[in-house]
């Protein structure tokens, strides 16, 4: 496709359960980033991919949230027995290269834990 | 802290109004992004300053870069509907982790017609 895609759009989760989160990057980018938003907020690096390996995870909250990235193109994020402080909106973001050059956004995946 | 501080953090203007919004920092960065967020779509870039003192513009909008690195300005003039949104802005980490970027809060903009 021509921008980096994310899905679900939106997820409603009860407290508890586990979800996982997608993002196809733009083809032949080879860094990979998760976002988190919360409202109200500018968003906050969690995570980043170089091809298939995750170089970088320092910014994820808890051992319950895991990423990954197989074949250096489609990522997940996997988040275990969701709390109400994760609700959230979850920004994919992929580039070119390596460093410094444009990260291209996706439209985001709205978690709300009830 | 908040390594960068926007204000204001909601704004709310009629169309045809001149605005600017701010970037602050006590730190001195090599380069800063502004993106505009529109509701439910993720950031988009509309710019990166480099050099102290340097102004951009894009369209009505104006971008400025303070002399010492520090702050920045984004100045857009005679505002339009579809300028609404949530205006970010950004810098790079330095050293071996420049590929992470840090926002702002953001300035929340509203142009009414």
């Known amino acids: 496709g021509a921008g980096v895609s994310q899905s679900p759009r939106y997820k409603v989760a009860k407290r508890g359960q586990d979800v996982a989160l997608r993002c196809d990057p733009i083809s032949g980018h080879v860094s990979l980033f998760w976002y988190q938003q919360a409202l109200g907020q500018g968003p906050e690096f969690l995570t980043y991919?170089?091809?298939?390996?995750?170089?970088?995870k320092s910014g994820l909250p808890s051992d319950r949230f895991f990423a990954e990235r197989p074949e250096g193109s489609v990522s997940t994020l996997k988040i275990q027995r969701t709390q109400k402080e994760d609700s959230a909106v979850y920004l994919c973001?992929?580039?070119?290269?390596?460093?410094?050059?444009?990260?291209?956004f996706g439209q985001g995946t709205r978690l709300t834990v009830v | 802290t908040q390594l960068l501080e926007q204000s204001p953090q909601f704004l709310s203007i009629q169309e045809g109004e001149n605005l600017t919004v701010y970037c602050n920092s006590s730190?001195?960065?090599?380069?800063l992004q502004w993106y505009r967020q529109e509701p439910g779509e993720g950031p988009v870039l509309l710019v990166t300053v480099v050099t102290g003192g340097e102004v951009k513009k894009l369209k009505r909008l104006t971008f400025q870069f303070g002399d010492a690195r520090k702050d920045s300005s984004l100045h857009i003039t005679a505002a339009q509907t579809g300028d609404t949104g949530l205006y970010l802005c950004a810098v790079r980490n330095s050293g071996g982790s420049n590929y992470k970027l840090t926002f702002g809060k953001g300035t929340l903009l509203t142009v009414n017609p």
């Open positions: 730190s001195v960065f090599s380069s």
């Open positions: 973001a992929s580039s070119q290269g390596i460093a410094n050059t444009e990260a291209f």
């Open positions: 991919f170089q091809n298939e390996a995750q170089l970088d």
